[in-house]
């Protein structure tokens, strides 16, 4: 049985849970499409259903059969609510907060610190986005349709091989990213890179007509606005209004469904954090907060 419609897709991988007073339940994967597009910005969740026992011994779902439910009865048991993850990081703890993660090393020393600049997460410039290889990326996932998320980076780039910004990513040939990088002209400025998952060659693109001079040499505050579908960067240095920066992209093209790449995947989106430095000296950046918050 297939349910095209229904809320929740590509159910499976479950396990049995009973509780104390002998319920049973089902804990397993799925993915929530957005309404009308099947497509995943969250990858894989974690859902739950109630089962009952039938008269022949079987254990069978509640509800309507095969379909998972979005809303199902709560066990019997006293309520355990956990902490919820705090809107905003300042990077004062010696340890990265367990919301983030890195890509792919197991070497995090050569990628970012949180003591040579205290109140900072410093990035280590390393190879490019779509390396399979070393890169500075620290970020946390997308667990919301809709969302805003804000930084502040201090980047002083000495060649154009050096940029640091905030980013949307989902792989190497799927992200969209606000940086600071260095143009011959206009010196240190904001650019803006964007590919939408195709593959082999990616469509790296660089929307801008011109990369955007910065007035000041000091921090640049930058943010993502995610409603909608529509995801939309903005930055502000020296404490002026947010001013819009770029087009308006498609934030459904960071989902798993969305690519064509040489194999799926199942992460889902993430937003947070990435500086590049194609010389190869590590050239640093520094981020001073993070903040992520769900819109409604």
Same mark, same amino acid.
């Given at each position: 049985?297939?349910?095209?419609?229904?809320? +929740? %897709?590509?159910?499976?991988?479950?396990?049995?849970?009973?509780?104390?007073?002998?319920?049973?339940?089902?804990?397993?994967?799925?993915?929530?499409?957005?309404? $009308?597009?099947?497509?995943?910005?969250?990858?894989?969740?974690?859902?739950?259903?109630?089962? *009952?026992?039938?008269?022949?011994?079987?254990?069978?779902?509640?509800?309507?059969? +095969?379909?998972?439910?979005?809303?199902?009865?709560? !066990?019997?048991?006293?309520?355990?609510?956990? *902490?919820? *993850?705090?809107?905003?990081?300042? &990077?004062?703890?010696?340890?990265?907060?367990?919301?983030?993660?890195?890509?792919? @090393? !197991?070497?995090? *020393?050569?990628?970012? @610190?949180?003591?040579?600049?205290?109140?900072?997460?410093?990035?280590? $410039?390393?190879?490019? =986005?779509?390396?399979? &290889?070393?890169?500075?990326?620290?970020?946390?996932? %997308?667990?919301?349709?809709?969302?805003?998320?804000?930084?502040?980076?201090?980047? %002083? !780039?000495?060649?154009?091989?050096?940029?640091?910004?905030?980013?949307?990513?989902?792989?190497?040939?799927?992200?969209?990213?606000?940086? =600071?990088?260095?143009?011959?002209? !206009?010196?240190?400025?904001?650019?803006?890179?964007?590919?939408?998952?195709?593959?082999?060659?990616?469509?790296?693109?660089?929307?801008?007509?011109?990369?955007?001079? +910065?007035?000041?040499?000091?921090?640049?505050?930058?943010?993502?606005?995610?409603?909608? /579908?529509?995801?939309?960067? #903005?930055?502000?240095?020296?404490?002026?209004?947010?001013?819009?920066?770029?087009? =308006? #992209?498609?934030?459904? /093209? +960071? @989902?798993?469904?969305?690519?064509?790449?040489?194999?799926?995947?199942?992460?889902?989106?993430?937003?947070?954090?990435?500086?590049?430095?194609?010389?190869?000296?590590?050239?640093?950046?520094? #981020?001073?907060?993070?903040?992520?918050?769900?819109?409604?």
């Amino acid at each position: 049985l297939t349910f095209p419609d229904a809320p +929740l %897709q590509r159910a499976g991988h479950g396990d049995l849970v009973e509780t104390q007073d002998g319920e049973t339940y089902l804990v397993h994967l799925m993915g929530r499409p957005v309404p $009308g597009l099947s497509r995943c910005p969250m990858g894989r969740e974690t859902s739950i259903q109630k089962c *009952e026992w039938g008269e022949d011994g079987w254990l069978r779902l509640s509800g309507e059969n +095969l379909r998972p439910q979005e809303t199902v009865a709560a !066990p019997n048991l006293p309520p355990h609510p956990f *902490e919820p *993850e705090p809107d905003r990081h300042d &990077f004062d703890e010696p340890d990265l907060p367990m919301a983030f993660q890195w890509l792919r @090393s !197991p070497r995090p *020393e050569r990628l970012f @610190s949180l003591s040579e600049r205290p109140g900072h997460l410093r990035l280590f $410039g390393r190879e490019s =986005i779509g390396s399979y &290889f070393e890169q500075a990326l620290v970020a946390r996932r %997308q667990t919301d349709f809709n969302y805003v998320a804000e930084t502040s980076v201090d980047f %002083q !780039p000495k060649t154009s091989q050096q940029t640091a910004g905030l980013i949307a990513y989902y792989g190497r040939y799927q992200f969209f990213q606000l940086a =600071i990088c260095q143009d011959e002209t !206009p010196g240190r400025c904001l650019t803006i890179m964007a590919c939408p998952g195709d593959y082999p060659a990616g469509n790296l693109s660089f929307p801008l007509d011109a990369p955007v001079p +910065l007035e000041t040499d000091g921090p640049v505050r930058m943010k993502i606005e995610v409603k909608d /579908l529509a995801l939309r960067f #903005f930055y502000t240095e020296g404490g002026a209004d947010w001013r819009r920066i770029g087009p =308006i #992209f498609d934030a459904s /093209l +960071l @989902s798993d469904e969305a690519g064509k790449g040489e194999h799926g995947n199942f992460t889902g989106a993430f937003v947070g954090m990435q500086a590049m430095d194609g010389s190869g000296t590590g050239h640093p950046a520094d #981020f001073d907060f993070f903040t992520y918050t769900r819109m409604p």
